[in-house]
């Protein structure tokens, strides 16, 4: 791989292990909030 491309690969992993440590913190109740845009679950959001 090139430089750029381990840099983006490198802040993508970061990201995404951002997210799951958001998400981890998420109760039962805030799965089941709905979306002001979708008007889906947070659930169902996170899964698309």
Avoid: H, N, P, S
Avoid at 21 to 36: C, N, P, S, Y
Wanted: proline share 0%; aromatic share 6%.
């Amino acid at each position: 791989m090139g430089a750029k491309t381990e840099a983006l690969a490198r802040q993508f992993e970061g990201k995404a292990q951002d997210a799951v440590a958001t998400l981890e913190k998420l109760g039962d109740g805030d799965w089941k909030k709905v979306t002001a845009a979708e008007r889906w679950t947070v659930g169902v959001t996170v899964g698309m």
